[in-house]
C-alpha cells in the first residue's frame, strides 16, 4: 500500500528584502503511513515548523517552495488548486498550531470557532450543526462542554485553549493530524493531560499523526518512529525506542544528553548544569559546503567539510545521514 504522505526532496527557503535566502528546509524526504505517529525532533530553528506549515502551503509571503513533492493520498499538494486545498484543509488534514493565543479569534466564542469549521466542510442543517459542535468538544473536555462553548478563548487557561485548537483540527475526523509544539508552552502536567489526550484521540480516530516536538520525553511510548531534523535535513529517522534508546548520529546523541534527568532521580547535593551543544546553530543564509553539524561535532573527519553525507540505510526501518556509516 501507498503511504498517506510522501515528501520527497523538499527545498523551502525565506527571502528577506535585502535578496537574503535562508533555506530552512534542504531536500527532505520522509513518509508517514495510515494511522502512524511520526515524530520529528530537534532545536529551534531546525526547520519544524517550516514542514508544518509547507504539508498545507501555509507559508508566509517571502517564503518559497523551490522544489520538490507534498503527495497525500495520491494528491500532490503543491500542484492542486487553491480551492482543492481548501477542501483538503481543516477537512482531510488539520493542523494544530502552536500557540493557541495566537491561533484562536480573542472576541468570537470558541464554539462558533468549531462550528465555524464543521460548516466549511460538512453539511448540517441549523440544528444538526450546535449538537456537532459539542460532540467534538466532548472529545477533547471529559465535562463542561456548554460553558466551554459559550466562552471567550481568554476565559480558558492554556491548557483548555489548546484543547480548542485540537477540537478545531478534529472537527471533521481527518485521515492526518499535525500537531506543531502542541505542549511548548504549558507546564509539565498540562503536557501530560495533552499527551494522553493525543494518545487517546489517536486509538479513536485512527488517524495518522506528526507530532513536532523539541521534547524526546513526548515521542516515547507515543511515536511509532522518530525523525531528528538539523538544519532543514534529516540527520536521522527510525523507530522511537531505537531512536531514543541507542541514536546513531552525533546530533541526535547530543540533543538526547542535553535531557534534564528524570525528577524521580535522586538530586545531587550540588548543582549541575544541564549539558549542551557547543557551538552555534548554522547560518542557513550561508551555508559552507559539508555536513551542516560538521562544527559542532565531536565526531567530524575530514570527509564532513568536503560534501554533505547522504542517507545511509542501518536497516530497512533506520536510516542516518553521516559519513561514518558509508554516507
Do not use: W
Request: proline share 8%.
Amino acid at each position: 500500500m501507498s503511504p498517506l504522505l510522501e515528501v520527497r526532496d523538499l527545498h523551502v527557503s525565506y527571502h528577506s528584502r535585502t535578496a537574503e535566502v535562508c533555506h530552512a528546509v534542504a531536500g527532505l524526504s520522509f513518509d508517514v503511513n495510515d494511522g502512524e505517529v511520526l515524530g520529528v525532533l530537534g532545536e529551534s530553528g531546525s526547520g519544524k515548523s517550516t514542514l508544518a506549515t509547507s504539508l498545507l502551503r501555509l507559508l508566509p509571503a517571502n517564503a518559497r517552495v523551490q522544489r520538490g513533492h507534498i503527495r497525500f493520498q495520491g494528491q500532490d499538494l503543491l500542484q492542486v488548486s487553491p480551492r482543492e486545498l481548501q477542501k483538503i484543509r481543516g477537512s482531510r488534514i488539520g493542523l494544530i498550531f502552536q500557540e493557541p493565543s495566537l491561533a484562536l479569534h480573542p472576541t468570537i466564542r470558541v464554539g462558533t470557532q468549531i462550528s465555524d469549521v464543521l460548516a466549511a466542510h460538512e453539511t448540517l442543517g441549523r440544528r444538526a450543526l450546535p449538537e456537532k459542535t459539542l460532540q467534538v468538544l466532548s472529545k477533547v473536555f471529559s465535562e463542561d462542554a456548554h460553558r466551554i462553548a459559550g466562552s471567550y478563548p481568554h476565559q480558558l487557561s492554556g491548557g483548555q485553549r489548546q484543547r480548542i485548537l485540537i477540537a478545531q483540527a478534529i472537527a471533521c475526523n481527518p485521515a492526518l493530524l499535525i500537531a506543531d509544539e502542541p505542549t511548548a508552552s504549558l507546564d509539565p502536567s498540562t503536557q501530560q493531560e495533552i499527551l494522553d489526550l493525543f494518545r487517546a484521540l489517536h486509538q479513536q480516530l485512527h488517524c495518522a499523526i506528526i507530532l513536532i516536538t523539541h521534547n524526546p520525553a513526548l515521542l516515547l511510548n507515543f511515536a511509532d518512529r522518530v525523525l531528528v531534523l538539523y538544519a532543514g535535513k534529516v540527520a536521522e529517522i527510525g523507530p522511537t525506542r531505537e531512536i531514543l534508546s541507542s541514536p546513531q548520529h552525533p546530533y541526535t546523541r547530543a540533543l538526547l544528553k542535553c535531557l534534564p534527568p528524570p525528577i524521580t532521580e535522586e538530586l545531587s547535593p550540588r548543582k549541575t548544569k544541564l549539558t549542551v551543544i557547543p557551538g552555534d546553530a548554522p547560518n542557513l543564509g550561508h551555508h559552507a559546503p559539508g555536513c551542516r553539524f560538521e562544527p559542532r561535532c565531536p565526531d567530524r573527519i575530514a570527509a564532513c567539510t568536503i560534501s554533505e553525507p547522504a542517507e545511509v540505510k542501518l536497516h530497512p526501518l533506520h536510516a542516518v545521514s553521516c559519513f561514518r556509516y558509508g554516507g
